[in-house]
């Protein structure tokens, strides 16, 4: 799919592009020619204006167009004029260039004579003319369309291979560009396909004893309710797995979609960050552990109640969980210039380096953590709030300074 998406990509780009380069493409072609045969009207018109100022419509013409010295020769090939008297004949010549056949210089003039317009093509000859009326017949002034041809096709020439040649570079460009693109939707499309698998897999396992159970009781339906309880207490027991796991998916997608909905406004973290502590202290005590705070007060940031707590208490709960029993969860919370810092540090055993890196991503767990339960989302959701707050968390772990879970927010 993700390889299907590329290439419509590059497709998309390469047919944009293309309409962008044909259109470059065609506009200096139409220019160029436009150009040039601007350039050789003017010639005509100057040939015509010269002639009619020099013109002696009482001599006869003979023979073939001269290539007429001592003139400097117009920016065209091929470029002359003749008048011609209200009769039709050619009267004079006036030549720069290649000379013109009598017989074919006589259908040049015929064909100008028989329009009506001033100017035009002949294209049968390759030429273009002129023709303005003077006193004693006509003036027409005619110009080879050899250079404009050949201009048109060196320019179409140049210009065409530069196109291919910028396409097939943009080609390379939009494969690169489409990876870049891709590669953050490759990345969620490989992190979605890992989270529907470990999800299945952990509604699998309560689902397998769910079921067991559920057959156990259908084989012994004689039997009382009391005989069957264990079966029973175990359904429950799955099940309630299975509540909490939905939950936390349900909390992870939640957060996910949050940061758009926040209702952000000033708080005393301080006091929110004790009054959570104190929620987690019968816990703590329960399990033998020490639950002490560092909490700075009066500390007041722009922030959101919800994902402040719960970020809070995922924090406590892991530090709390992953303790040994005896042992410290400390929570420090305090202002440092523009920003506030929140440290939970628990003494258990610390994360494997290799771990480390991991522990953010969905439904990844150590070993360790597979060994006192959970389903690998906690960490998750509390990145998923520390970016909502616009915020960063990161966790350090050694052997003698235990792991430290640290969230930085804008004070």
């Known amino acids: 799919m993700l390889s299907k998406l590329k290439q419509k990509f590059i497709i998309i780009n390469m047919v944009l592009v293309g309409i962008v380069v044909l259109f470059i493409f065609v506009s200096l072609c139409v220019m160029t020619y436009r150009a040039e045969k601007e350039q050789t009207e003017k010639t005509l018109e100057a040939i015509v204006m010269m002639d009619k100022m020099n013109g002696k419509p009482e001599e006869k013409f003979h023979g073939a167009v001269p290539n007429i010295g001592g003139k400097e020769e117009l920016p065209v090939t091929y470029a002359f004029s003749v008048a011609v008297d209200r009769e039709g004949n050619i009267t004079s010549s006036n030549g720069f260039g290649t000379g013109m056949e009598e017989e074919a210089l006589a259908l040049a003039v015929e064909y100008a004579l028989s329009v009506d317009t001033e100017q035009g093509d002949i294209p049968d000859m390759g030429l273009m003319y002129i023709k303005r009326s003077t006193p004693f017949g006509y003036m027409i002034a005619f110009a080879s369309t050899d250079r404009l ?59 397998t004893v769910i079921l067991a159970n559920m057959g156990i009781l259908g084989a012994h339906k004689e039997e009382l309710v009391e005989s069957q309880s264990k079966w029973i207490e175990s359904t429950k027991e799955e099940a309630m797995r299975m509540r909490i796991l939905v939950d936390k998916m349900l909390e992870l997608a939640k957060s996910d979609d949050m940061r758009e909905r926040l209702a952000l406004c000033e708080l005393d973290v301080s006091e929110l960050t004790e009054r959570t502590l104190l929620q987690f202290e019968p816990v703590a005590f329960e399990k033998g552990l020490t639950l002490e705070g560092k909490i700075e007060s009066g500390i007041k940031i722009y922030t959101d109640e919800y994902s402040f707590v719960n970020l809070l208490h995922i924090l406590v709960d892991n530090a709390i969980k992953y303790s040994e029993k005896g042992g410290k969860a400390e929570i420090c919370l305090k202002k440092e210039k523009q920003y506030v810092r929140l440290s939970v540090k628990n003494e258990g055993q610390a994360i494997a380096e290799d771990d480390l890196p991991h522990i953010f991503e969905r439904f990844y767990r150590a070993d360790k953590a597979r060994s006192v339960g959970g389903h690998g989302l906690g960490l998750s959701i509390a990145k998923n709030h520390a970016q909502n707050l616009g915020g960063k968390i990161f966790a350090q772990s050694d052997e003698q300074n235990g792991t430290v879970f640290t969230v930085i927010l804008k004070g």
């Open 149 to 207: 041809a050949n201009t048109v096709r060196t320019t179409a020439a140049i210009a065409g291979f530069a196109c291919a040649v910028s396409l097939l570079i943009f080609y390379f460009i939009s494969r690169f560009l489409a990876n870049i693109a891709i590669k953050p939707i490759e990345t969620a499309w490989q992190s979605q396909k890992q989270f529907v698998a470990d999800a299945s897999h952990d509604l699998k396992t309560p689902l």
